[in-house]
């Protein structure tokens, strides 16, 4: 099993130096860096640039949000992020790796080891309860059965499903649905939490309180990476970077 995170308290050096940058980096650990990423589809004669050359470090512990409009290149930036998807050019450095250099068994261990998943639409298996739905990843992952068992109602108690865990999807409000993508995306201990509009189908009560268990998971030091249109939602983050058109630059750019 990975270290546990560490709680925030602790982490108390990353406030100070959230960014970091190569020639002072702080001591919150680097865990992913972006370098001139790109992005480009050619369809017939035109080519259509997507990302234009994105840098971006996230360090240990953040919890970060990438803000922008319809189209401006979100969920393919989430898929180079997620290695479902390989750029045209630049450098990405997932924990120390160079995402370019690895098989795709390897990129297949790091997308179930490395990173929790959790989307717009949550994904669950709609003939599986709440309790298999979490458990599956860790079947996967080959952890021992009653380790795993534990593990799914650990995680399952934690997004407040206890009750629930028999459930089936249909029987779960779109709230509770999405708290148990949530418990599957921890359940494996994943470096980052990688969220594309976590709260994009539900009402706004409800995403209240999926960014309030995103708190309580960041808390815990748990590194979240979240990628919405919606300012509002982008403002629990601890820091913002918004992405414009293939461009990516710190801060809400209606601030500036
Ligand atoms: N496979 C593809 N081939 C060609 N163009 C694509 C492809 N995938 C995405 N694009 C284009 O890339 C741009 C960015 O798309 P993307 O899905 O990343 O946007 P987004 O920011 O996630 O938007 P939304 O908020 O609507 O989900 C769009 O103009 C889209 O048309
Ligand atoms: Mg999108």
Redesign the pocket.
């Known amino acids: 099993m990975p270290a546990p995170c560490r709680r925030k308290a602790e982490r108390s050096d990353m406030k100070d130096n959230p960014l970091g940058t190569e020639d002072n980096p702080g001591t919150g650990t680097e865990i992913l860096r972006m370098k001139g990423i790109t992005k480009e ?1 050619v ?1 017939g004669e035109e080519i ?1 640039h ?1 990302l234009k050359g994105i840098d971006l470090s996230v360090r240990e512990g953040e919890f970060l949000a990438i803000l ?11 898929n180079m992020i997620g290695c479902l998807d390989t750029p045209t050019s630049g450098e990405y450095y997932l924990n120390g790796k160079r995402i370019a250099d690895q098989s795709e068994a390897s990129l297949a261990h790091i997308r179930s080891k490395e990173i929790g998943f959790i989307f717009q639409s949550f994904y669950l298996l709609q003939r599986q309860t709440a309790f298999q739905n979490v458990e599956l990843p860790l079947i996967y992952a080959n952890m021992p059965d009653r380790e795993r068992k534990r593990r799914v109602r650990e995680v399952l108690a934690k997004v407040g499903l206890a009750d629930k865990m028999d459930h089936y999807p249909n029987q779960l409000s779109g709230g509770q649905q999405q708290r148990v993508a949530i418990a599957r995306a921890v359940a494996n201990n994943p470096t980052i939490l990688l969220a ?2 976590p709260t994009g189908a539900l009402d706004q009560g409800t995403g209240r309180q999926v960014m309030e268990l995103f708190h309580s998971l960041n808390d815990e030091g748990r590194t979240i990476i979240m ?1 919405t ?1 919606d300012r509002k939602i982008a403002e629990h983050a601890d820091r913002i970077v918004s ?1 414009l058109d ?1 461009n990516i630059s710190e801060g809400d750019l209606d601030d500036a």
């Open positions: 589809y369809m259509s997507v922008g409009p319809s189209g401006s290149g979100k969920s393919t930036l989430m594309d509009e990628i249109h992405i293939g």
